[in-house]
């Protein structure tokens, strides 16, 4: 069955940088878009990113465009985001999530990230 498990999530303080990734399994990974949701407390899901199956053309929303950076390894089946200058509002649950939606159809369990000094 398809699984998607994120790592990399943590406290970093206003300005920092954290590297998250996604394991996929169950799928033709180099096959997929891939994406990268989150969950701010209290609020609704928002698209973050977005990357083709061949890691060539990559979509961003204009929150984070020009501060993070998706890519993949499709020989690892690895999904990344790197994210630099970060700031409070960035805190959230981030999500892996597979197809470029939505809808998705599979999701990872989230990996916490707050921005906080």
């Known amino acids: 069955q398809v699984q998607l498990v994120e790592s990399g999530g943590g406290l970093v303080q206003p300005g920092g940088s954290l590297r998250l990734s996604c394991a996929a399994s169950?799928?033709?990974?180099?096959?997929?878009?891939m994406s990268w949701v989150r969950q701010a407390p209290g609020k609704g899901l928002e698209w973050v990113s977005a990357?083709?199956?061949?890691?060539?053309?990559?979509y961003y929303a204009d929150s984070v465009k020009g501060r993070f950076t998706i890519s993949r390894d499709n020989a690892k089946n690895t999904l990344y985001l790197q994210m630099n200058s970060l700031k409070s509002e960035d805190t959230a649950v981030y999500y892996c999530?597979?197809?470029?939606?939505?809808?998705?159809?599979?999701w990872g369990q989230g990996t916490q990230v707050t921005v906080s000094s």
């Open positions: 990357i083709y199956s061949d890691g060539s053309n990559t």
């Open positions: 169950g799928f033709t990974f180099s096959s997929y878009y």
């Open positions: 999530a597979k197809d470029f939606g939505p809808p998705y159809s599979a």
